[in-house]
């Protein structure tokens, strides 16, 4: 037990020195930001985002940005780059056959990792994680130090059933690290996730995510995620050639929030994808 809380302690210290490794990082709290959140009715919730090229901390809602919680779906990010690493995927067109129990249309059929990740198919990434194991799982959550790093006795069950925790802040820091390929994972591992978490493209500017959606028995109140990065490019002259150069400049980010259980499905599904871009919109990353 003494050893876990050691563990834990340095993660959070790792996760606290990252963002402030550099003397020039400031960090701005945005209250201004709640009439996003009042708009879909949301009381509880908080957004963070990393401007990497300023090296700038933007929150609202600190407090909540350093609480842990369930990373639900948002996990598939972590078990996609296990299950490659560790050969149990060869790609992301490794296919799993359904098992024949119906449960969502989205998901009943024959799905490679690709497509698992995009219908956020829980079965399939419950099949990745039973065959990566509990030794090789273990020792990635160790190595990348992912949140409170636990598994417990159910790898089939542990970023499901609130025994695996991570913060906003955290999420944010994990992003960093993906974009950057500074991950204890191969280029290639890290270029097909991100690959796979690319969900829009516009000019000069590309939005990358996963959503998640932790449900539990026994909660008072689900909590909802979106967890990315948001890329623009800047086209800027070279002083010394006069050429026009494509400067990339990435923001990581983390949405979380909390509703009432048996709140409507449909409508937050909608809901947690257009409050994501109503605040990167106030944040002047993109317009919408």
Known sequence: ????????????????????????????????????????????????????????ANYYNKERCSKRMSPA???????????LETGVALDEQMKIKWDGVARRPEWDKDLTMAEAFKVSA?????????????????????????????????????????????TPDEQVGFMKRLYHDELPFSPRSQRIVKGMMLQETANDYQLYYKTGWSSIDGAKEDILWVVGYAETVHRLKNPKTGEMQAIPH??????????????????????RVKLLHDLLNEAGIHKY
Not at 158 to 165: A, C, I, P, Y
């Open 73 to 83: 779906s948002t996990f598939k990010i972590f078990n996609s780059l296990v299950a």
């Open 122 to 166: 829980v079965p399939y990434y419950q099949e990745l994680a039973r065959r990566i194991g509990a030794k090789e799982m273990q020792h990635y959550l160790d190595t990348v130090q992912y949140g409170n790093m636990q598994i417990g006795n159910q790898i089939d069950q542990f970023w499901l059933n609130d025994t695996l925790q991570i």
């Open 250 to 271: 990435p923001y990581f980010f983390a949405l979380n929030f909390s509703v009432p259980k048996n709140s409507d499905s449909k409508t937050l599904v909608e809901t």
């Open 1 to 56: 037990m003494m050893m876990h809380k050691i563990k834990v302690a340095v993660a959070a210290l790792g996760i606290a020195l990252g963002l402030a490794s550099c003397s020039d990082v400031r960090i701005n709290d945005h209250d201004e930001w709640k009439p996003v959140f009042d708009k879909y009715k949301v009381t509880e919730g908080c957004f963070e985002y990393y401007d990497n090229n300023k090296e700038e």
